[in-house]
């Protein structure tokens, strides 16, 4: 086995030209220094050092070795460094719903990687009902969930508006029963459309789950079915609905909030709920740029 100490004494005397001038730069005695180039030689079983007065050269072994010795010390001290990163290193565990993990990683969090290198983003997505009850038993430090109600624990970022929409010049919103394509179990907006159906509209036929918000628009737009989709992805493709006209459960406002868990907040995650909120900021002054950042998910 090649040792790094062995072939530190082996690059100093190359580039020193003798084995004095080494000695000095490496802080040993000369003859501790040559008999680490008599045990490098014995490993080898090569000779490395031609030896006269005026110095040392190389062997043809001598350089080949050269090469490798200068590829291991390089490795050598960059496994150091990166472990020396990795000895500070943090980890911040973020719940984002499905939906709108375009948005947040086009808006903020690709920065915050970019930026905060000794800090490991760990991202997870769910529907917002599973996010909060993720958070609930300790497996984020924070997230970013939907709900009809004002956030009694959390930090409002902004509202956000759904309509129901049909494929433009479509018939699936005409049948007698309605066919729909909601987000999954858990998520607030299909709680909500299930809350506020009544006995005297008409009955609802579920034809898609989804958590992609691109399924969901896919399904309107080749008219097999309505949803309630989010104001920013309504496109020329869709025509929405007045749900008193239609017979169509009533859609809220929902609220989209920041919800930490308390026990694990550090600097490193006030760091990132600072430059969330700086760029929720931003946006809630160009509602154009909602369009801008998901352009890309139609």
């Not at 759904?162 to 999954?184: E, N, Q």
């Not at 918000?213 to 989010?230: G, S, T």
Request: with cysteine; proline share 5%; hydrophobic share 40%.
């Amino acid at each position: 086995m090649l040792k790094i100490e062995l072939l530190e004494s082996f690059i100093a005397i190359v580039e020193c030209g003798n084995l004095s001038k080494a000695a000095e730069r490496l802080y040993r005695t000369q003859s501790a220094v040559s008999l680490q180039i008599k045990k490098l030689e014995e490993i080898v079983g090569q000779s490395l050092l031609l030896r006269d007065n005026k110095g040392v050269t190389l062997t043809d072994s001598g350089r080949t070795l050269l090469n490798y010795a200068y590829k291991m010390m390089q490795l050598s001290s960059q496994a150091i460094d990166e472990l020396k990163v990795c000895q500070n290193r943090k980890i911040i565990r973020l719940g984002v719903p499905t939906d709108y993990i375009s948005r947040y990683l086009s808006s903020c969090l690709i920065e915050f990687i970019r930026e905060f290198t000794c800090i490991e983003l760990v991202i997870d997505t769910d529907v917002s009902g599973n996010l909060y009850k993720r958070l609930q038993k300790g497996e984020f430090d924070l997230i970013v969930a939907t709900h009809w109600q004002p956030p009694t624990n959390g930090e409002l970022l902004f509202e956000r508006h759904f309509h129901w929409v049909a494929a433009k010049h479509g018939s699936a919103h005409l049948r007698d029963t309605i066919p729909m394509a909601l987000y999954p179990e858990n998520c607030p907006i299909r709680a909500q459309v299930f809350v506020n159906h009544q006995l005297s509209m008409r009955p609802i036929n579920v034809l898609l789950s989804t958590p992609s918000p691109q399924a969901l628009c896919m399904a309107v737009e080749n008219d097999l079915a309505i949803a309630p989709i989010a104001e920013f992805r309504i496109n020329d493709k869709m025509q929405i609905l007045d749900p008193n006209e239609h017979g169509l459960p009533q859609l809220p406002v929902f609220n989209e909030s920041l919800y930490l868990n308390p026990e694990t907040q550090t600097d490193a995650t006030l760091q990132l709920i600072t430059l969330m909120k700086a760029n929720v900021a931003e946006l809630a002054v160009l509602p154009n740029a909602f369009i801008d950042l998901e352009s890309e998910s139609h």
